[in-house]
């Protein structure tokens, strides 16, 4: 069946621009995931969804991130005014249950994004 | 000090080799810990996850959790070429949490 997907793959932009970046997980996984991968950093999370709440967005780096998630199913993420150290590869994952830490995540591809 | 230490590397072993790959953490009060690899260009996917300490084997593949020092490792036997990849260790931010703490990675090669 079909994985996490996500869009565009890659995103070249100039600092202050806004971006979008989409994610359309497993169907009929309740749960989905944004972390972030920079250069050296390993995987940061960024919000978590369960339907379309977000019970826990603790790792979103400011108020330039935003995420919605819309009718339990795609979720898009929101930088606005986008800076330089923005750029890293933006992961998004989703799991069929909630609260259980162990219930597996999978992966989308990631947005590799760039900031000029 | 990171939650999860986990040493980049790059790693590059021969063929055949016996890989171990390690973790440290900061936290022992929670209970699961996963080994993810990761290909170039590729999203991570979920390789073991272990529960307390003690050992866990799959196939050529055994993680180990020693709670006592906070160490987790991920050993893997008769290494492969398409064993290179990015192993990243993480464990759950805290218990019942959602959300889980990852390791740097570590980017490993194995020669033919």
């Known amino acids: 069946g079909a994985g996490v997907s996500q869009s565009p793959s890659n995103k070249v932009t100039e600092k202050g621009k806004d971006v979008e970046l989409r994610c359309d997980p497993i169907?009929?996984?309740?749960?989905l995931y944004w972390y972030r991968q920079s250069l050296g950093q390993g995987l940061e999370f960024l919000i978590y969804?369960?339907?379309?709440?977000?019970?826990?967005k603790s790792g979103l780096p400011s108020d330039r991130f935003s995420a919605e998630r819309t009718g339990g199913s795609v979720s898009t993420l929101t930088i606005q005014r986008t800076q330089q150290e923005d750029s890293a590869v933006y992961l998004c994952?989703?799991?069929?249950?909630?609260?259980?830490?162990?219930?597996?995540?999978?992966f989308g591809p990631g947005t590799r994004l760039t900031v000029l | 000090q990171k939650e999860v230490e986990q040493d980049p590397g790059p790693l590059s072993v021969p063929e055949g080799a016996i890989v171990s790959l390690n973790c440290t953490y900061s936290?022992?009060?929670?209970?699961?810990f996963m080994w993810y690899r990761q290909y170039s260009r590729k999203g991570p996917e979920l390789l073991m996850y272990?529960?307390?300490?003690g050992n866990k084997e799959d196939g050529r593949f055994t993680a180990q959790v020693d709670k006592s020092s906070k160490y987790i490792s991920l050993f893997i036997r008769d290494s492969q070429p398409s064993d290179s990849a990015t192993y990243l260790c993480?464990?759950?931010?805290?218990?019942?949490?959602?959300?889980?703490?990852f390791g740097q990675g570590t980017r490993l090669t194995i020669n033919p």
């Open positions: 272990t529960y307390s300490s």
């Open positions: 993480a464990k759950e931010a805290f218990q019942g949490a959602q959300k889980l703490v």
């Open positions: 969804f369960q339907g379309n709440s977000a019970p826990d």
């Open positions: 994952a989703s799991s069929l249950a909630p609260g259980i830490s162990t219930d597996t995540q999978y």
């Open positions: 169907s009929g996984h309740t749960a």
């Open positions: 936290n022992s009060a929670f209970q699961y």
